[in-house]
């Protein structure tokens, strides 16, 4: 048979060790212990129950010219679309033939259900259309390593704008500017600077969540890899959708060699700018250097020196200050957060309480306010008194 070894656009199936596996069995049957390692590798996929299931999910997830091409909106090819409808029928045909009382070949569902080549074909370029291709649909966030790439975060973070109490007029702007990014507009990079706690990071993972069905994916960087700021950008910048490169709670000390790079890939250089990659960045510091007061002061070019560390966040086109809450601030967020959970305490009980948590915790801010509902909320769920 080998039928998963002779396709052409979706070649990377074989790879799969379960598809690699199922070709080798179908092969030769008879073949015992080609049909236990068929078993194995089913069993430890959890595909038993449904194997098309599993195949058309590969399918969908796979990276290869077409999905490719659909996704960056480009004319497909004939030849290559017509190679790929070649390639779902012999698929399909195998999955038709295949019958076994070891595990449940199953029926195709989905985008995969009825039709012809043709009519599938088309459903898969849409989708692709819309959703992009390989890992990009199944996953929204990933974070950068030199060695291994662009790695899938599974568990990101799924904060909404409206979990976000507060700082409207600063999330409209970051939300223009996105609004600009993901529309092929005018757009710029961002700095998010003020004090911990005031919801920088959150703003960026609720922005990203609002516009991942726009083909809009983040890539965490360490601020340690900025070095490596360049190659990312190259690497995103032959992907047909749009990113935010993300460097949380980011400062540099001076003379430090990951200035001048993060300042190229800023947009300004030429080698810096890419259509479909904007910086965020998040910093306690307006302009991210930590200034020296030596230095300062013993500086031949005083001023030259203090230019050059302000031209970094100059790079930066928008900079969106998250200024500390004060007290009547810090109670309206405790307030709507108790609104949206509805918690049964009165509000006068809770203002006491949330103030009183906010001067044994450290200050006010929206994550104070956020640490102080969910605590309440965990206490009236058991309920027990909110003892602070």
């Keep these: 048979m080998n039928t998963f070894s002779k396709l052409s656009v979706l070649r990377g199936l074989f790879s799969d060790p379960l598809l690699a596996a199922f070709d080798r069995w179908r092969e030769n049957e008879s073949d015992l212990a080609r049909k236990a390692e068929f078993l194995s590798q089913l069993f430890r996929a959890n595909a038993q129950d449904d194997f098309t299931a599993y195949v058309t999910e590969r399918i ?24 790929f409808l070649s390639d779902l029928g012999a698929i399909r045909a195998e999955l038709s033939a295949c019958h076994s009382e070891d595990f449940a070949v199953g029926k195709p569902k989905g985008l995969f259900e009825g039709g012809r080549e043709d009519v599938i074909g088309n459903r898969l370029a849409d989708f692709y259309r819309a959703n992009g291709f390989g890992p990009f649909i199944k996953h929204r966030a990933f974070r950068y390593d030199e060695a291994d790439g662009l790695i899938p975060i599974l568990s990101p973070s799924e904060i909404t704008l409206d979990e976000l109490k507060g700082y409207e007029h600063e999330k409209e702007e970051v939300r223009d500017n996105l609004e600009n990014f993901v529309a092929g507009l005018p757009f710029a990079d961002m700095l998010l600077y003020g004090d911990r706690g005031t919801g920088k990071s959150s703003t960026v993972h609720a922005m990203v969540n609002e516009f991942s069905p726009r083909k809009l994916r983040l890539v965490e960087i360490a601020k340690e890899d900025i070095l490596s700021l360049p190659r990312l950008k190259n690497r995103l910048s032959e992907i047909p959708l749009r990113f935010v490169v ?60 203090e230019q050059e560390l302000l031209s970094l966040s100059d790079r930066f086109g928008i900079t969106v200050l998250f200024s500390t809450t004060n007290k009547a601030e810090y109670l309206s967020i405790v307030r709507a957060l108790a609104d949206d959970a509805r918690l049964k305490t009165s509000r006068a009980e809770l203002d006491m309480l949330a103030e009183r948590w906010a001067l044994l915790k450290g200050g006010r801010s929206p994550r104070r306010a956020k640490q102080f509902v969910d605590y309440a909320i965990a206490c009236e769920r058991k309920e027990r008194e909110i003892r602070v």
């Excluded at 969908?60 to 190679?83: G, H, K, Q």
């Excluded at 430090?256 to 965020?280: P, Y």
């Excluded at 030596?294 to 031949?300: G, P």
Aim: hydrophobic content about 35%; charged content about 25%; glycine content about 2%.
């Design 60 to 83: 969908l997830l796979d990276e290869n010219p077409f999905s490719r091409a659909c996704a960056a909106e480009r004319p497909v090819s004939p030849y290559l679309y017509r190679a």
């Design 246 to 305: 993300f460097i949380d709670d980011f400062s540099l000390a001076e003379n430090d060699e990951r200035f001048s790079t993060l300042k190229a890939a800023l947009q300004g250089s030429m080698e810096g700018h890419s259509d479909n990659v904007m910086i965020v960045a998040t910093s306690n510091r307006r302009h991210i250097v930590e200034e020296n007061f030596d230095t300062r002061s013993n500086s031949v070019h005083a001023n030259d020196s």
